[in-house]
């Protein structure tokens, strides 16, 4: 069987997607194929979630927000997507996830640590439901 495809979806892909990304990557440790996009992605990803990120060991400086594509969606199995509406294309038999998170856009670290420690319990969720350990 082929990897599973993730793309996370967010409006700018510079906070809350790039985090997601960054632990599914990380925890999933190659068994899933991982994809982000915005709807309007932002200029660079945020400096706060890089932060968060690196207190975790995860190092997600050097990623770039890019725009959400219909191709992205057709080769995804799963897309999450966390606060974009309606913007993103639904095409039937893909799963579809909504996670409500709070955005980090503008909020100090101490505001983005919970955001970021919500979403690590939400990928570790979607491991082991995916790719479970052998």
């Known amino acids: 069987m082929s990897k599973p495809t993730v793309l996370f979806v967010c409006i700018h892909n510079a906070g809350r997607s790039q985090m997601a990304a960054g632990y599914l990557r990380h925890l999933g440790q190659g068994r899933i194929e991982v994809l ?7 200029e660079s ?14 190092d997600i400086a050097a990623e770039q927000p890019k ?8 080769e995804s199995d799963v897309v999450i997507t966390m606060g974009c509406g309606d913007t993103c294309p639904f095409y039937p ?28 319990n939400r990928v570790e969720t979607l491991i082991a439901e995916l790719a479970p350990a052998n």
């Not at 982000?36 to 932002?42: C, D, E, H, L, N």
């Not at 990803?45 to 995860?58: R, S, Y």
């Open 36 to 42: 982000s996009a915005g709807s309007t992605p932002a």
């Open 45 to 58: 990803i945020n400096p706060m979630a890089v932060l968060a990120m690196a207190e975790e060991g995860i």
């Open 67 to 74: 725009i959400l594509t219909t191709e992205a969606v057709k």
């Open 93 to 120: 038999g893909k799963r579809y996830e909504d996670w409500v998170l709070d955005d980090p856009a503008g909020q100090g670290i101490e505001s983005v640590r919970p955001i970021r420690d919500e979403i690590r």
